[in-house]
């Protein structure tokens, strides 16, 4: 929450001096927490028996900065949260594992035992059989799918993207016939693979914590982009192998394409 609310003031602006809340009029206070400014009241900072409530006594002096904001040696990532809780009693708790726990050391710092509980028991909702696919950016699968990606986005609650990803090192003999015009090997075929890869890549670092990526490589003659959402009927899906032309069949790079079917999953998946 930036500092943006009701005008605040210090009755003291000298540098680096240090002053009592007595100081503070209108009982609004102005705060720079790691270098991010806020504005709240003494009511709200005093709400609960925490360490905010001895600082903000009246009773210790406070480092204040030449703007006459209160100084306190933490970061602001979560500090907007702190303030809430402390007006609300209540705030939504982020999703990601990461997230819970860098609030729950804010909230351990502050003292705030109401704020520390509900987040531990967010954090003892996460279950320890699936806490690899929550943390991990991309899962490599190997041979046919064990769970269908429908029903595994669908018991997570999030949408799937799967990369299938033939990478031309070995072809089986059943396959090499079908498909025995696939250039595998030409410049441009390695390029775009390549491409493909880095793009998967770089997704899963964008959306990591909204969406789950896969990836399973090799055996199945064939580049695939599958995107999975619970409630939609069938996953969409996107080919990467151009059509047959002179040279035969060579891999595509379809960026756009992946971009406006991973927009679809995310909104769809919002929508449900």
Request: hydrophobic share 35%; with cysteine; net charge positive.
């Amino acid at each position: 929450m930036a500092s943006s609310g009701p005008a605040c003031s210090s009755g003291n602006k000298s540098n680096d001096q240090k002053t009592s809340l007595n100081q503070v009029s209108g009982g609004y206070v102005k705060l720079n927490v790691g270098g991010s400014p806020f504005c709240t009241t003494l009511k709200t900072l005093t709400k609960f028996d925490s360490m905010l409530t001895l600082m903000f006594s009246g009773k210790y002096p406070i480092e204040t900065d030449s703007k006459g904001f209160k100084m306190i040696d933490r970061s602001g990532k979560h500090f907007d949260k702190i303030l809430n809780f402390l007006r609300d009693e209540s705030i939504p708790l982020p999703e990601t594992r990461i997230e819970l726990e860098e609030l729950l050391v804010e909230a351990n710092f502050y003292q705030i035992k109401e704020l520390i509980n509900e987040i531990k028991q967010k954090i003892s909702f996460f279950s320890p059989s699936l806490l690899n696919i929550y943390t991990k950016k991309v899962i490599v699968l190997g041979g046919e799918d064990g769970e269908s990606m429908e029903n595994l986005s669908k018991r997570l609650l999030k949408p799937i993207v799967l990369l299938k990803m033939d990478l031309g090192l070995k072809l089986e003999s059943k396959h090499h016939s079908s498909n025995s015009e696939i250039n595998w090997t030409s410049e441009n075929s390695i390029t775009n693979r390549l491409k493909n890869l880095q793009l998967f890549d770089k997704l899963s670092i964008d959306f990591a914590g909204k969406v789950l990526f896969f990836r399973r490589d090799g055996g199945s003659c064939t580049i695939k982009w599958q995107f999975f959402v619970d409630g939609l009927e069938s996953p969409l899906e996107l080919d990467c192998l151009g059509p047959i032309r002179g040279g035969g069949r060579v891999i595509e790079f379809l960026e756009t394409s992946v971009y406006h079917f991973l927009s679809k999953i995310c909104i769809y998946s919002h929508k449900s």
